[in-house]
């Protein structure tokens, strides 16, 4: 049976869930690595995987299944690094307490927004390119294609954009 | 109260496994044998014949026996897949009442989880011939890569054959499990599991006593039942070309060709080459004809390539979503009676880089699993935790055509999303929406669901009213609807309708015809109505 300080504890977190960001759920920074992201949900999943507790009754299950549930959300959306750090601005801005539950029409609409692949078809293929080229984490072939793309056109702001994402990411490297 | 037992019900075989004194094993049935065939024959006198015995009698009572009714399951009668099963099955495939499938035998219509729910009794009854106690609970296990319809319907069989239904989980992830359970593990694994009728890679990272699916992916109608056809598709047309007679067209004849094939197969698995020999099995004007071929390893292995081939497309999407390569995959795993054929075991080779673990038994690991993770659910002892992922995407049709995704695949689960609806006109009281599974952008690419429907909705002028749906996918991998009102926190109803699927009092009908145990069934998605 599980004790009485265990349900007690469940039924104080099932009430405030629901104001909980995706690094409390998970007990983590936010500036937490990768893998102590994987590290938390192994070990949240220890302590309230609804299989543990199959055998008690139905009432505590749904409400331990409803904390887990918030869990693997949770480890689903900042396991995704394009999610995290979507999710990380959001949660962090004036809206907070709106975007607490990540939603995939978020993430979309960001990305439709975001995404502006040039008008000339010239600046088009070498940003193609580039994309490809981050793709297969060949960063200094995909800054010589931004370059060329943002010589044809300098005010695209994709363009401004990833070009300085790469760069970041090779300053990154070297100071490695 | 009775035992719990971990069941692998496979297209072409099932295995029944316990967990004894802190130890997993296979449990024999009445020939000693550890794995049963997934057949089913109906005898004139209104009995049946289930597993190896029943197997034995697809020749002679060829139009009355039923065998890999696992590709049919959850299916629509108009799916491609029911077509094709059509085509080369010796019994009668029909269509059934909300465009399910049903097999004819001797004028009885029966559903395919009924079928699959007679496998089950046979298990059942081979383990509780070797406790001597009831089993009443089981584990069982679907590929990772069926959708909703189809763990329902396997779920429905369960119910039928009287066995309270403790979790429906992934054949590879039951593999896993058997594998790495009680280990203290950490490592990558890829699952690579080819059954008789599907096919599913999942790539898992174990952590002590938690199995974690990073990623799945899978094929539902490729198998090794699919080698058997090359195999009968070729000796058909060679033997068409000699003699100008098509065995396809005659019932006897193709159920004789289609065991040769399988045990042509099987012994292509141990020699070089091997002879298949059928005497007068086409009767022509000048008497019968033997069909008398040979057949040798590298030919059959070309035969098959693509088929083999197919699957490594599959591989490379499941690590590409795992964002893995082979060389990060720790220990490879081959579950599934074709993995021991020597063209598959060294084409995945090939593919991994890397020999697979040799003492895993690719035909009983998938039960073992199960009947761990029985005991896990049933003892109150510290057991394996099973992290498993949604293998599709969910979502619901929008006007315009595409498929609004509510939860992505590879999510893991439990999980749940919300989305709030609305009325589109004056005083409207109902509202209907489509679920679909799939990765097409367009909902109708994708498999559909069922529909459901909000009903009862207060007459308020359009716009106005905000219901908010959740859908749940549990951990058995099945989507469930809930509603409420959001502004007053009413529940409110949902009717779903679930295409292909078994209703409520079909299952307690069929359970006590059965079983003769009908009274207390367990809930069949407890707070949704069925439309009938």
Known sequence: ?176 | MGRAVGIDLGTSTCCVSIVKDGKPMAIPGPDQRLIQASVVSFLQDGNRVVGNAAKKMMIANAENTVYSAKRLIGRKYFSAEVKKAQAVCSYKIVEGENQSVRIRIRDRDYSVAEISAMMLMEMKKIAEAYLGEEVDKAVVTVPANFNDGQRQATKDAGMVAGLNVLRIINEPTAAALAYGFGKGLKQKIAIYDFGGGTFDISVLEVGDDVFEVISTAGDTYLGGDDFDDRLIDYFAERFMREHELDIRSSRVALQKLKNAAEQAKVELSEKLETRIHLPGIMEAMAGPIDLDYTINRNYFGQMIMDLIQRTFKVCDEALQNARLTVGDIDALILVGGPTKSPMVQEAVKNYFFKDAQANVDPELVVSIGAAIQAATLTERKAGALLLDVTPMSLGIGTAGGLMDTLIERNTPIPTESSRIFTTTHENQTAVRIKIFQGENKFYEQNELLGEFRLAEIPAAPKGEPKIEVTFEIDANGIVNVTAKDKDTGKAQSVQLTVSGGLSKEEIQRLKKEHTGKGEEVAAFKPDLELIE
């Open chain 1, 1 to 176: 049976m599980v004790d009485e300080g265990f349900k007690r504890q469940i039924n104080s977190l099932a009430k405030v869930i629901d104001e909980l960001d995706y690094y409390q759920i998970l007990k983590i920074d936010q500036m937490a690595f990768e893998e102590d992201i994987k590290k938390a949900y192994f070990e949240e999943s220890r302590i309230y995987h609804p299989d543990k507790y199959y055998t008690e009754p139905l009432e505590f299950q749904e409400k331990i299944t409803g904390v887990f549930k918030r869990v693997c959300e949770a480890y689903k959306v900042l396991s995704d690094p394009d999610k995290r750090a979507l999710y990380s601005k959001l949660i962090n801005g004036p809206e907070r307490q709106k975007y607490l539950r990540f939603d995939l029409r978020l993430l979309k609409a960001e990305t439709e927004k975001k995404e502006d692949e040039g008008s000339s078809p010239l600046a088009k293929k070498y940003y193609k390119m580039a994309k490809t080229a981050i793709q297969n984490k060949d960063f200094k072939a995909a800054k010589i294609n931004l370059q060329l793309a943002i010589k044809m056109e300098p005010n695209n702001q994709t363009f401004q954009e990833k070009f300085k994402e790469v760069n970041d990411i090779l300053a990154s490297r070297k100071g490695l």
